[in-house]
DNA sequence: TTAATAGTACGAAAGAATTCGTAGAACAAA
DNA sequence: TTTGTTCTACGAATTCTTTCGTACTATTAA
């Protein structure tokens, strides 16, 4: 197992964020995506992408030219590693807290609203642990 | 109503838990509260606390030689807008990924689900916003 | 009144993260 | 071949944040 997850910089976590829902890809394409949000130079993407490397949180595949990166951190541990630091920083540990300011203050269908209820059961049920 | 809240940095967000909690402090006491975590120079603390005070982050009465500093900015205010933040960059901006992240991976009490359901049906009720 | 103590102000060093320029290798097309 | 394009590598500039040293002022105690 393991748990050494370095927490992402922001650019880092953006790059990750491709990675995850395109699977692995070129320098060039990522560049591309986060071009979509912000202007970027293509050699700032690259530099990123060598650092996230040699902190192994992604790998490549060399045999071409052209390398292909690939994420080697799962999103959900990720996401798990800095909802932690998050919850601590931001919320002090009150997880409660953290989930009434996400529910409260935004629109939320009723499906997904469903499903919370079933976690929750769930949860009590003792399901959970 | 004020909507330009500076996204405060680490530090910065330790010093207004600080103040938050304890109301209106001296940097010798928020220096102290922050040492309880983490050594910290006096002076830098201070320099903090200055630079909080340029961006209106906290208010400071100097009336005496000693000063007093308040936070300027609410709690939930900035909690708001820290998890927007962190909910875009770590969660694509899904509010049910975080909460079930959430509350999936810890222990929360029968009191606490409960309070989470009331909170559930008051949104379908349309009661939200 | 003088010395020690406790403050503030502030520049600048140190660190961390991001951005960019340039050099050189690989490859494709002419 | 030669030329243009597309890559990687990598050092260095820039920017943001944190930390610290030093100068100076007010206050307190001897």
Chains 1, 2 share one sequence.
Do not use: C
Not at 2 to 15: D, F, R, S, V, Y
Request: glycine share 4%; proline share 2%.
């Amino acid at each position: 197992m393991n748990n050494k997850i370095t927490k992402p910089t922001e650019a880092e976590l953006q790059i990750l964020q491709i990675l995850w829902q395109n699977g692995p890809s070129t320098v060039r394409f990522v560049n591309e995506k986060l071009n979509e949000e912000k202007k970027t130079g293509y050699t700032t993407s690259l530099k990123t992408m060598q650092i996230m490397f040699e902190k192994k949180l992604v790998k490549r595949n060399e045999e071409n030219k052209t390398h292909i990166y690939a994420a080697v951190v799962r999103e959900e541990d990720v996401q798990k590693h800095l909802l932690d630091k998050f919850l601590d920083s931001a919320f002090k540990g009150s997880a409660m807290k953290l989930v009434m300011q996400a529910l409260g203050n935004r629109k939320t269908s009723k499906k997904e609203l469903d499903e919370i209820r079933a976690l929750l059961d769930k949860i009590e049920k003792g399901g959970n642990k």
